[in-house]
């Protein structure tokens, strides 16, 4: 049996018909706009080009928070602009109305996702978090997702690290994803120089530039203090990172590693690990919310 896995991101709408074993099968790709009407049409649009014979439902992982229950967007709608109260399962129905719908938050499907098949197959209890032009998170124990009273649970990118620091489009002052991402790298590479180059560039320069190399231990000593600070409240059997930033792991992840070691206060069995699924993640976890669920 087949599923189509939808992944609603900043800057495309990625798709794809994928089968029980987590594999791609076909996948498309749109443009993701500032209007909220043409996303839903495109949403459309790709799962009429996936649909086939033999799919049993239809998943979609979007930003913001999630009523996974109604399948809709609360009005915290992530990085999306007029995507709040958008009643994605309904829209979906009117078109599909045969079809199981599922909804859900779009890290949370990234967790599905490394549960399913990835890194944390054998775990009871973890804590993922997504490292991209945000920081996105989810909490998995007692075989569900932490959500909270209202949909707003596991909001880990708006956890405040830094009291009245960098300004957060959420409204906030000092939120984690301002420190603890790959935009946070770029904007401490900005402070030190008032150079504005990307990521990638960064992690090239460190071999050789004082202050590529002092925005990345920046970066490091932020997510360490973090972690450990995530580690004291939910005490999970494991963190996994997962996002884009990880294709260049080799440049901090040992750093990282060794600043967690140094702060905390009980060093014990948890373990760090890296994500197996990168930027797929998403839309296998959203087909996993058919092909996986209990």
Known sequence: ???????????????????????????????????????????????????????????????????????????????????????????????????????????????????????????????LLTLGTGLGGSVYVNSDFVRGQNFKGAELGHAILFPGGRNCFCGQRGCAEKYVSASAIMTNYYNLTGENIDTKEIFQKSKNDLDAKSAIDKFCHDLAIYLVSLKNIFDPEAFIIAGGILKAHENWWDLMKKYYNEYINISDATQILRAKFLSDAGLIGAAGLILARD
């Open 1 to 127: 049996m087949n599923a189509i896995g939808i992944d609603i991101g900043g800057m495309s709408i990625y798709a794809g018909l994928v089968d029980e074993e987590a594999n791609i099968i076909k996948s498309v790709r749109y443009k993701t706009s500032k209007d909220r009407e043409e996303n839903l049409k495109n949403i459309i649009m790709a799962i009429d080009e996936l649909m086939i014979d033999k799919v049993e439902g239809i998943g979609i992982g979007s930003p913001g928070s999630i009523d996974h229950k109604k399948g809709r967007v609360t009005q915290l709608s992530g990085n999306i602009e007029n995507w709040a109260y958008t009643d994605i399962k309904a829209h979906i129905l009117r078109y599909y109305p045969d079809y199981l719908i599922r909804v859900e938050n779009d890290a949370n499907v990234a967790a599905l996702c490394e549960k399913w098949k990835g890194s944390a197959t054998d775990l009871e209890s973890f804590v």
